[in-house]
């Protein structure tokens, strides 16, 4: 037993002193929560949670719904609607935002979270998580707030974070000044400091992409992946290793400990979706881990954390990971967009785009 080390719960009050100690019991709730997750699902099958959820079996998203993504809602709705911090809760797990039981006193916080992400990986004990982001309630009055008090941009998050339940359980956090990441000790259950300051490197040989959907994306990312791919032999002058969990937590936690970049970008599969992932519980507390991280997080048309929320359960396309790759995406959608991106043009011949599916 080593004694005098940051506890989770010490660093956060020591950053949410003066004003903000509210916040810190919150996120102390949060922590709490997902060590009960940890449990959980750290016991796989023996837990009684794996299959579907019975009820229904779908999400407010149309996705398969399992018994242990609405065991991992409730256990953070009860660890945290008591406390007095919140004005209310919004989940993936829940088509309309939570309301704080009449029984418990009212908080300005508001926590939104996907309570066990990559589930449809947690058969097959592959490292899932939970994402969690802290906005403050805008409106005044003690009334329950609608969803519309939920839709805020990700630049106004107080905090964001994701645990990860692999072989070790960690929790990564983001108050707005630096990222940092804490390890559970199952011995004593302390998430202790282990990661202070985390820092993303800049350059990257090491891309994540659902390649599966490369005929549906868009010219500028099948370009990038293109050369990616063509590794010494092409423009990149070197080769890159391609990686793909389907767990956006086990991604972004890569990306933070070594480096690289994740992709789920627009693709036409679905007109209605502009892209995957869900902006206010996935998208936002990672890009906020991503860029006090040191890397960043678009679109590839703007910084995730500017986009204006439209809706509770908007998707977003997602870009994120060192900063030297984020920005030659960028740079790839702006020459798309303006028609610059022709890889070769011969006053002789017809125009030929290597990149462009059409010309307009
Ligand atoms: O909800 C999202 C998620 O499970 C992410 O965690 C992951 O990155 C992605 O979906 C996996 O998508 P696909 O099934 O296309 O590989």
Known sequence: MQFGRTTFSKFVIEHTRGGHSELGALLIDVSAAVKGIAALVGKGALSGWTGTSGAGEVNVQGEVQKAIDVASNEAILRHCEWGGQLAGMASEEMDEPYRIPDQYPRGRYLLVFDPLDGSSNSDVNVSVG????????????????????????????LAAGYAIYGPATMLVLSLGSGTHGFTLDRENGNFILTHPDIRVPEETREFAINTSNERFWEPPVQRYVAECKAGKSGVRGVDFNMRWIASMVAEVHRILMRGGIFMYPKDNKDPAKPGRLRLLYEANPMAMLIEQAGGAASTGRRRILAVEPG??????????????EVERLERYHGEYDAGTDRAFTSPLFSERSLFRADAS
Do not use: C, M, W, Y
């Open 130 to 157: 939970t994402i969690f982001s802290i906005l403050k309630r805008e409106t005044a009055g003690d009334g329950d707030p609608s969803a519309a008090d939920f839709l805020q941009p990700g630049d106004r998050q």
């Open 311 to 324: 809706e509770l359960h908007q998707r977003v396309p997602v870009i994120l990971g060192s900063r030297q």
